[in-house]
């Protein structure tokens, strides 16, 4: 059975950081690609970064492109998300997912099959 459970979200104050992890478990990270996503009070999930394949590239969008990295360590079945320099509208509830179908957008949720439960992170003074 697949399995993604996330963590290390929280509240930070802006230009502050935190690293969301991703533990995979049902099948080897190592064949399979993350991506990350996250969804606001009333709006629409959104994709955050993603790996084209286990091997990369890797996407961002672009209202997170040179703050966040997406990585992986397969030694560990895990996924990392580094977020750097946070702002207010980075708070949402962030998403791990893995699974979609070949040639499907890495950045669009619709195609994922399997997802986390969820972590908080709330950007605020």
């Known amino acids: 059975q697949v399995q993604l459970v996330e963590s290390g979200g929280g509240l930070v104050q802006p230009g502050g950081s935190l690293r969301l992890s991703c533990v995979v478990s049902g099948f080897p990270l190592r064949l399979q690609f993350i991506g990350w996503f996250r969804q606001a009070p009333g709006k629409e999930r959104e994709g955050v970064s993603c790996?084209?394949?286990?091997?990369?590239?890797?996407y961002y969008a672009d209202s997170v492109k040179g703050r966040f990295t997406i990585s992986r360590d397969n030694a560990k079945n895990t996924a990392y998300l580094q977020m750097n320099s946070l702002k207010p509208e980075d708070t949402a509830v962030y998403y791990c997912a893995t699974r979609r179908p070949p040639g499907s957008t890495c950045l669009d949720p619709k195609p994922y099959n399997y997802w986390g439960q969820g972590t908080q992170v709330t950007v605020s003074s």
């Open positions: 790996e084209d394949t286990a091997l990369g590239p890797t």
